[in-house]
């Protein structure tokens, strides 16, 4: 397994420009999360989908969409990028433990600077 | 909604010492605890999580503490390692199987040789 995977890494936008941000994981979880890390903070919550076709808004979702058509792919989208949303991005997966609770997977992440 | 704190944001300690690390949530429904390890260039790892039903957890050198009344839980690493160095997220979730966190800032910790 892969696990979760994000691309691209490195991604240097200028301001108003807009991207998307690919997220894809192969375990057959049903919840999927983005994040977004500042420099030296903890993880917030931007969107979150219970399943294929099924999103909800987290704790900082302004400026960004996201769309989940398959169980795989989970992709961020950011529209108009500003310099606040310069970030480290992780997409998360998450599946039942045997006892029935959820760990959540992380991807490596993706930098994005908006300049 | 619920809100965690933790402490200290940076710890320094001597390899072999040991390593606490305490969080505080404000949700007296919260029943998940997972604590996470985050490496230079990666993404959070899940490293123990404890329930509310339980007190104390246990793996190797790490272990967990939960205090419900108090509201807080502690992460203890013993003969740490210098491969212990990395930035510890506690979390806390209020839903019934854990499906959302809410994450604490982070304690960078560094294991000095």
């Known amino acids: 397994n892969a696990g979760v995977t994000q691309t691209p890494k490195f991604r240097i936008l200028k301001i108003g420009q807009s991207m998307t941000l690919q997220c894809a994981q192969d375990m057959n979880h049903n919840y999927m999360y983005w994040y977004r890390q500042d420099p030296g903070m903890g993880l917030k919550l931007i969107y979150y989908?219970?399943?294929?076709?099924?999103?909800d808004k987290g704790e900082v979702p302004n400026g960004y969409n996201v769309s989940r058509s398959t169980t795989e792919d989970f992709p961020l989208r950011l529209e108009l990028a500003a310099p606040s949303q310069t970030s480290v991005y992780f997409c998360?997966?998450?599946?039942?433990?045997?006892?029935?609770?959820?760990?959540?997977?992380f991807g490596p992440g993706t930098r994005l600077t908006v300049t | 909604g619920e809100n965690v704190e933790q402490h200290p944001s940076t710890l320094s300690v001597q390899e072999g010492d040991s390593a606490v690390i305490k969080c505080t949530y404000s949700d007296s429904a919260s029943n998940y605890f997972p604590w996470y390890k985050q490496e230079l260039g990666k993404g959070p790892q899940l490293i123990i999580d404890?329930?509310?039903?339980?007190g104390e957890k246990k793996d190797q050198r790490i272990a967990v503490t939960l205090n419900k009344t108090a509201k807080h839980f502690s992460l203890h690493i013993t003969e740490t390692q210098p491969e212990d160095s990395a930035v510890y997220f506690c979390a806390a979730s209020p839903d019934n199987y854990g499906q959302n966190f809410v994450f604490g800032p982070g304690t960078r910790l560094s294991v000095l040789p």
């Open positions: 404890i329930r509310s039903n339980v």
């Open positions: 998360a997966s998450s599946g039942r433990f045997r006892d029935g609770y959820y760990e959540q997977y």
């Open positions: 989908s219970v399943g294929a076709g099924i999103t």
